[in-house]
């Protein structure tokens, strides 16, 4: 059954695969689904940071963009030194916000974040907030990241879209949130058309040979600390090198 929502959606984004609901919630028309409700957040270092993001955009050169909630705004904390390695020198860009969900991404794409750039490439991971703020259902979220990847073809057509999987959480493969994001990254390597937006499933960088992400990695068993960024940035590397180079 095609995800009957969000038909807007879906034409914008065609070809790329339809995110299907289960029959109770596409049979449920007046749903208010959140992960696609473009929202702004009343905190003031979010609009701070928003305002911030804004005015650096206007001057400066962006080859390469990422995308996030506080995994990817760690770039700028513990993943700051493998930063320096790997993107410093590529006009790297990084608009990742602490506690985002996909609706937050939505919105600031919606208010300028990158109308004043021109990556050649996007990297997006976002999502496991949709998980632990709501537990929201996979279907929703991967609408979210669908509807993201509408507003980034409709602002820049030319622009290669990198879609991460989202990072594995909790201890084991058998944590609840681990499963839903599992879930998620399901529908969303879908999207993928191998011609301008790709995907890539990196969450073996981070598990052991048994599945369980060790505490070195990410402490909190969700957030990476250094070791984390590295193995990120070094299994990322050979597909960034390769889509930069088309």
Same mark, same amino acid.
């Given at each position: 059954?095609?995800?009957? @929502?969000?038909? *807007?959606? @879906?034409?914008?984004?065609?070809?790329?695969?339809?995110?299907?609901?289960?029959?109770?919630?596409?049979?449920?028309?007046?749903?208010?689904?959140?992960?696609?409700?473009?929202? +702004?957040? *009343?905190?003031?270092?979010?609009?701070?940071?928003?305002?911030?993001?804004?005015?650096?955009?206007?001057?400066?050169?962006?080859?390469?963009?990422?995308?996030?909630?506080?995994?990817?705004?760690?770039?700028?904390?513990?993943?700051?030194?493998?930063?320096?390695?790997?993107?410093?020198?590529?006009?790297?860009?990084?608009?990742?916000?602490?506690?985002?969900?996909?609706?937050?991404? %939505?919105?600031?794409?919606?208010?300028?974040?990158?109308?004043? %750039?021109?990556?050649?490439?996007?990297?997006?991971?976002?999502?496991?907030? +949709?998980?632990?703020?709501?537990?929201?259902?996979?279907?929703?979220?991967?609408?979210?990241?669908?509807?993201?990847?509408?507003?980034?073809?409709?602002?820049?057509?030319?622009?290669?879209?990198?879609?991460?999987?989202?990072?594995?959480?909790?201890?084991?493969?058998?944590?609840?949130?681990?499963?839903? +994001?599992?879930?998620? +990254?399901?529908?969303?390597?879908?999207?993928?058309?191998?011609?301008?937006?790709?995907?890539?499933?990196?969450?073996?960088?981070?598990?052991?040979?048994?599945?369980?992400?060790?505490?070195?990695?990410?402490?909190?068993? @969700?957030?990476?600390?250094?070791?984390?960024?590295?193995?990120?940035?070094?299994?990322?590397?050979? *597909?960034?090198?390769? @889509?930069?180079?088309?």
């Amino acid at each position: 059954m095609r995800f009957n @929502l969000l038909p *807007t959606v @879906l034409l914008l984004l065609t070809p790329l695969a339809a995110s299907k609901l289960t029959a109770a919630e596409a049979d449920n028309p007046k749903k208010t689904v959140k992960a696609v409700t473009p929202e +702004n957040r *009343t905190d003031k270092w979010w609009s701070d940071r928003h305002t911030q993001k804004l005015k650096a955009s206007k001057n400066q050169s962006v080859d390469l963009l990422m995308i996030g909630d506080s995994i990817t705004h760690g770039w700028e904390g513990h993943g700051k030194k493998v930063w320096q390695e790997y993107y410093a020198q590529r006009n790297a860009f990084n608009i990742g916000y602490s506690g985002d969900r996909t609706e937050h991404v %939505i919105w600031r794409l919606q208010h300028g974040e990158i109308d004043s %750039i021109s990556p050649q490439l996007a990297v997006v991971m976002i999502g496991t907030n +949709n998980t632990g703020h709501r537990q929201d259902p996979p279907a929703e979220t991967a609408a979210g990241i669908k509807q993201i990847l509408v507003e980034l073809r409709q602002r820049k057509p030319q622009m290669k879209v990198l879609l991460l999987a989202i990072f594995p959480r909790g201890a084991t493969a058998d944590d609840k949130l681990r499963k839903i +994001n599992t879930s998620i +990254n399901e529908y969303i390597k879908q999207y993928a058309d191998g011609k301008s937006i790709f995907f890539l499933d990196l969450n073996s960088a981070f598990l052991d040979d048994r599945g369980r992400l060790p505490k070195s990695v990410m402490p909190d068993l @969700l957030h990476p600390h250094e070791a984390g960024y590295r193995r990120w940035a070094k299994a990322m590397e050979p *597909t960034i090198l390769k @889509l930069l180079a088309q």
